[in-house]
């Protein structure tokens, strides 16, 4: 039976997004929010924003929006604040991106010139594909984190808003393990102060967050807050964090078919993956090195779902293979290719193909509104550390230490909507259904 619920601080007042990354993603999401806001758009791929929620029993017929279930920050008290490396704002960012229709940016120009980024951090020893001159500059990371801070204090104050959130939208950085500065908050402030090389510039901003109180989701690959120092800080300072990498394009795919192929027990030879795009991501990622931290995001998904532990007859020997080319004239319209063999009935083989023709930014622009408000949801909550019901809308699900992620699409969408069920003191929906036939 449902029992008392959560006490849930009402979102009163405006809340900030702050953008690490004034790039396509942002601008395609602020541009949304903005278009959406006027009815000038329809909010197509978010979950708090067109998703309902079914509570209670089938035939209850009790089926309310997500945004009417709990109590989320409404879009007209969104702000926003970005820091990037080049200096446009966000009409000049979008107009570059090319993923909104200028007709519809002329609209909300305005408001979009208004919005320009502070001077990003940067290191290029983990982004060497670009080099844009709009750099803090500091004579430790220590400093450029106070910097950052300051940033954040001085737009709380102009703006005038009651809550922030920070959602990664910059660039992948290059792979790199956990070192002795990510495994204490004792160890990674000593670093900020002897400018230690393994702090990279998105674990700068997620500290300059999670100090102010600041709720933290890690939209790219990246290590970020998926270290000990990190996941410390959030725990005593209160503060959600989520991560990591978007899930967008060809993940997205794979976490919706195997899934399919494991319930129906259909054995898998190969999968064979390749993408093209042409944004600033694609020339992120056509270096080696930042190409290993989403390489390492996208092979993770099918081990998990599929389990060849449970079943080596069917996953044991697959071949997984995943490419990334960067090829300009496509621009932000990434195409990812897809060829599945698969086994079934006595091991015949058949194949599958996956023609995915997407926009990564129109895929991601949603992702970063509904972990926006969830965050804050979950900080009103008080929700704190990691925040893995949001496993959802990521490729590499950040987890407790020791605890495999879950990667099966459907699985994380019971997850979410159990956890904000938990939160209203609904009935958790199990699909048992045996009350029905009793």
């Known amino acids: 039976m449902a029992t008392g619920g959560t006490d849930i601080q009402p979102a009163s007042g405006s ?15 602020i541009a949304g929010v903005l278009l959406v806001r006027r009815g000038l758009g329809t909010p197509i ?7 309902t929620i079914r509570l209670g029993k089938r035939t209850d017929n009790r089926a309310p929006a997500v945004r009417d279930f709990v109590p989320l920050a409404e879009l007209g008290d969104l702000q926003f604040c970005a820091w990037d490396i080049f200096p446009d704002n966000a009409y ?8 909104v229709e200028p007709e519809l940016l002329e609209q909300i120009r305005d408001e979009l010139e208004a919005i320009t980024p502070h001077r990003g951090v940067f290191d290029s020893r983990f982004i060497r594909n670009l080099d844009g001159k709009h750099r803090k500059s500091g004579k430790s990371k220590r400093e450029l984190s106070e910097q950052v801070i300051a940033d954040i204090e001085g737009f709380r104050d102009a703006s005038g808003v009651t809550r922030m959130v920070m959602v990664w939208c910059g660039s992948t950085e290059a792979f790199q393990n956990p070192s002795a ?21 998105s674990m700068i901003y997620a500290y300059a967050a999670l100090k102010l109180g600041i709720p ?21 300072n209160s503060v959600p964090i989520c991560g990591k990498d978007f899930k967008t394009g060809q993940t997205l795919m794979k976490t919706i078919i195997a899934p399919g192929l494991k319930a129906r027990l259909l054995g898998l030879d190969g999968w064979f993956s390749t993408n093209i795009l042409g944004n600033r991501d694609g020339e992120v990622l056509d270096d080696p090195d930042s190409f290993k931290t989403k390489e390492e995001s996208k092979l993770s998904v099918l081990d998990v779902i599929l389990r ?5 007859e069917l996953y044991k020997d697959y071949v997984h293979k995943v490419s990334i080319h960067y090829y ?14 698969v086994k079934g009935w006595l091991g015949y083989p058949m194949q599958i193909k996956v023609n995915f023709l997407c926009r990564d930014s129109i895929l991601a622009a949603p992702l970063v509104l509904d972990l926006a408000l969830l965050l804050d949801l979950a900080q009103r909550s008080n929700m704190r550390g990691i925040q893995e019901w949001l496993s959802f809308y990521f490729k590499s699900p950040q987890t407790a230490p020791g605890l495999y992620p879950e990667h099966d699409l459907f699985i994380q969408l ?25």
């Open 308 to 312: 060849a532990d449970l079943n080596p």
């Open 92 to 99: 000049e960012s979008a107009r570059r991106a090319g993923v």
């Open 414 to 438: 019971m997850k979410l909507k159990n956890t904000l069920r938990h939160l209203r003191g609904e009935d958790l929906i199990t699909h048992l259904g045996l009350e029905y036939y009793d």
């Open 216 to 236: 933290f989701a890690n939209g790219a690959p990246n290590l970020t807050v998926d270290v000990p120092a990190m996941v410390e800080l959030a725990n005593r």
């Open 45 to 51: 791929g978010s979950l708090t924003q067109l998703g």
């Open 15 to 29: 809340l900030g997004v702050l953008l690490p990354g004034l790039g396509a993603v942002s601008t395609t999401f």
């Open 328 to 341: 300009p004239p496509r621009g932000d319209n990434k195409e990812g290719w897809d060829n599945i063999d």
């Open 181 to 201: 500065v990510h495994q204490s908050m004792e160890a990674f402030e000593a670093g900020l102060d002897a400018d230690d090389p393994d702090i990279s510039p």
